[in-house]
């Protein structure tokens, strides 16, 4: 019978017992990076999965290979080739695993996309080495002799994988994102157990003992480091500003790279064969494939700039609060070519007292109300029509409609904008002013927003809450005012003021014992301008504060002269809200008595309604300033509907002027008084107010008043504004009848001071002194004085 041969086991050698046992050193690295894997979410944790993966694919691989070359009988050995080929295909396959978890960690590209470009980068690169390392390897250059590997699958597969993780590896030192250094340590550990994907296999393939050492080796090394770059990137990692962007120029490195190498080859007498030509291809099809990725890129970057451009030229004309177009906006809208048949009319509006929610309920809630006024706008617009915040509490409709649509349609706007606010801070009530302009051509932009914003103006001054359409003449008014406001300021350097002074009288003797100053403006080529033109402009443009003092120095240099020249006389002054909330302003008048020498209580200061509707604490502050200084106020124009009889009770005055709609109310048959003024003077006299009534005009009206009880009058029936000589001549006059005279007005009890005694108040009497007068308020003369005594007391004792 046969005699069976025995088999023999082949028998390792202290190298390869070495290189398994370093192996071995791989295992606790792999699950290093399985542990890191489970620590994290989302995309770190699927990269640091595939790290893991990649790892334990590669190490099992090589860890079977080399178990097995290193037990296979003798005559197994012919099949070692096929083993070795098995494990670089395993190994391959880990290692590019291994890339794909670079390529996903958090630090090495922005997105996608940027991965599959560095992706493609290093194809590049890994093609040019490729074929640089085959121009060298093979014939004539030949540089590695008689070492050069025989050609086989395990060898190529690895070199292939082992390129590409170079050429990766290169990518990311160059272009990955924050923190780079993590993400490169990762790579060039994955770049090691490339190189050791080729070695080890290749080692099996061809019988190296050596070559399977060094592979051993560099796949726990190429572990280690991985595992220990992905250790640190578990901890904290504070992002530096590094924000330089680097540029492409690298890529003309690989190709110069092939193209000297490839000339060399040729020149030498070698041919581009399957390998050199598969580098080339492959290096041709990865620049294309870059390019046209960076095609792309430039195509979505061009739609995202435009798409940003867009947007912030729509923020460039957007108002951020409202979110209505702004000022530019309009005027691009302006711009805009019309619709044929349809014109265009601009329609402003403004909020009247917006100002007094600012500064009385804050800026939140302004902006609130604002942005309310936005919203009332946009619900209230037809198709086609702009809104726009021109600034502050300013805005504009730009409408398709005619004049007289838009007329209409600002009235709805008006009744829209005057309903309430509801803020948080409670309801807020307020009215607007609009006004129309409208062009039945395209013109300049400019022109319909000027004539929008005049006839706005001039629906602001004609008592506001009201819409005004835009009218030719406005323009005329426009210049006007300019030429008033230019002329008014060199008025009084040219003298061309004067004062004239119009008689008040005692009723019913009509005996002059005061009078009027009333400021005249006589231009050489503008003729006489009326104050109710004028003065208005004056305060507009800041000038009544200079007309004001020229007033006052003028009034009280007159007084002086009938004074000295022995007339029992006072004369009033107008006073403008401007001038009263001046700096010093009693200072002033203290400085201009003293200057003349005239007895305070001679000088009445004439404050009209309108300045009551202000701060009505800082106006009793400066009327007690006033009155401080001995001088009279007096209430101008009571009745015109701005004081209430609160208000009156509080405020510190001493005459009170009937408004002449009062006195001008019609009277009755029987000649008795009117009820209106009957009442204003018997509340005047019982709060111990003079009461003065002006703008009587006939006999008949003057009959009402002195029926009344008034004692002193004012009006054209008594004399107009004269000039000081002539009304001069009518106290002369009024002295040779031996009438009896009426002393200057009297004073009247200050108002009673928080924390008073109600049967108690001050009176100024004069500078650093005042009165404790005792009141019965329930006296209809007002007169009871009880408990009169002077005290000294510095000034400021006479605020309420």
Known sequence: MPVRQSVGVH????VELAGLASLLVAVPAVALLGNSGRKHTGAARRAHLLLAAGAAVATGAALAGLVSALMAHEQMRAHVRTLGQAVAVAMALGTLTLLAGTLMLPGAAENRRAALRHLLDGL???AALWFV??????????????????????????????????????????????????????????????ISATALPGGICQGGPVVILLGALLLPAGLVVVARAVKVADRPVTVSGDIIQRGTGYAFVPMTAMVIAGTCHILAGGEIAGLGFLGASIEGFALVSRQYLALGDVRSYTLRLRQREAHFRELAHTDPLTGLANRRGLVRALREPAVPGRPRTLVGLDLDGFKNVNDMRGHDVGDAVLAEVGARLRAHLSHGDVAARLGGDEFAVLMRATPDEAMAAGERLLAVL???????EGSVFLSASVGVAGSLTPGDTCELMRDADLALRYAKQRGKNRVERYQKRYDELLRRHSVLENELRHAIERDQLRLVFQPVVALPSV???????????????LGSVRPDEFIPVAEESGLIGMLGAWVLDQACGQLAQWLTAGHDVWVSVNLSPKELHAADYAGQVAAVLDKYGVPPQRLVLEVTEHAVATDMDELIRRLVELRSTGVRIALDDFGAGYSSLGQLRNLPVDILKIDHALVAEPESRTGTAAPLVDVVVRLGHRLGLEVLAEGIGTPAQREIVEAAGCRLGQGSLFGWG?????????????????????????????????????????????PGMRQVRAVLPTDPAFSSDQDVRSVDAPREMGQS
């Open 11 to 14: 028998s390792p050698s202290g």
């Open 511 to 525: 005996r002059p014992v005061g009078a009027e100053a009333l400021l005249r403006w006589h231009h050489p080529d």
């Open 722 to 766: 004269v000039p000081a000589e002539h009304l001069e001549a009518q106290l002369r006059a009024g002295r040779s009848c031996g009438s009896r005279q009426v002393p200057a007005p009297r004073s009247r009890p200050a108002p009673i001071a928080p924390g008073v005694p109600a049967r108690s108040q001050i009176v100024m009497l004069g």
């Open 124 to 126: 590049v690169i890994a």
């Open 418 to 424: 005057c309903e309430p606010y509801e803020t948080e």
């Open 133 to 194: 390392g085959w121009t060298l390897v093979s014939e004539p250059t030949r540089i590695l002799g008689d070492l050069t590997p025989v050609r086989c699958l395990s060898v190529l597969l690895g070199a292939g994988v082992a390129t590409i993780a170079t050429g990766l590896t290169t990518i990311l030192a160059v272009h990955a994102h924050r923190p780079r250094h993590v993400t490169v340590r990762v790579a060039a550990g994955v770049t090691l157990v490339a």
